[in-house]
């Protein structure tokens, strides 16, 4: 998958702390490799033994980066995000967070950082204070739109996170016309119709999915 995904043009990666044994594997995967992929992994997230668990401290924030930095094998990240738990607001004021992943930024351990939030006023919030924030956008779901035009007022990225509503826009839907539309085309189509959206991120398990993505894109 990772070498259809490099012919076929794609170059950004997501992974995070939260997603199993995820930046250990492409450690492995992606050795010898590294200059071309855009590597996201994230911070503040645990999920140990079927739970998640969630801790914004600076020493932990410091600790996952380093901890990142082994894992994918890798002396930079390209971006790193706070792996919010809703609380977006709380996070930005009142943790140090984004002031800790500032600090490795400038130590040249990041080169981006930003947020993975889950309310508008978080995400504008994010957005005002770093370079990238990731977002939730989908046929059923247009709330943080708001978010996105911010981002793109200003030069910060956007990321799409939930872009196929984690794989239930697949789903065929009849449209009014009593023809088949193909919602997956439908969603690209509406956000990369966005100028400030950067990228989606788009969750695949085996190649046929990951080169319908790619048709449909």
């Not at 199993?20 to 033994?49: M, Y």
């Not at 981006?112 to 504008?124: D, E, F, N, P």
């Amino acid at each position: 998958m990772i070498a259809l995904a490099k012919d076929s043009g794609i170059n950004l990666i997501d992974t995070a702390p939260a997603y199993g044994n995820s930046e250990k594997r492409l450690g492995k995967l992606l050795a010898g490799q590294r200059q071309d992929w855009l590597i996201c992994t994230k911070v503040g997230e645990e999920f140990i033994n079927g739970e998640s668990s969630y801790n914004f401290s600076p020493e932990h924030t410091r600790s996952s980066v380093e901890r990142s930095l082994q894992r994918l094998k890798t002396d930079f990240l390209d971006i790193v995000l706070i792996h919010s738990d809703g609380n977006d607001e709380e996070i930005l004021h009142r943790h140090g967070t984004l002031d800790t992943l500032a600090a490795l930024k400038k130590e040249g351990k990041i080169r981006a950082i930003g947020m993975s939030t889950k309310t508008v006023k978080g995400g504008l919030l994010a957005a005002a204070q770093s370079d990238v924030v990731m977002i939730t956008w989908n046929l059923h779901h247009n709330a943080e739109i708001p978010v996105a035009d911010y981002c793109h007022q200003h030069g910060k990225g956007v990321l799409i996170k939930k872009a196929l509503a984690s794989g239930h826009a697949a789903k065929n839907q009849r449209t009014d016309t009593n023809t088949f539309s193909d919602p997956v085309k439908q969603c690209f189509k509406m956000i990369f119709a966005h100028p400030g959206v950067s990228s989606a991120i788009v969750g695949t398990i085996n190649l046929d999915h990951l080169r319908t993505n790619i048709s449909a894109i």
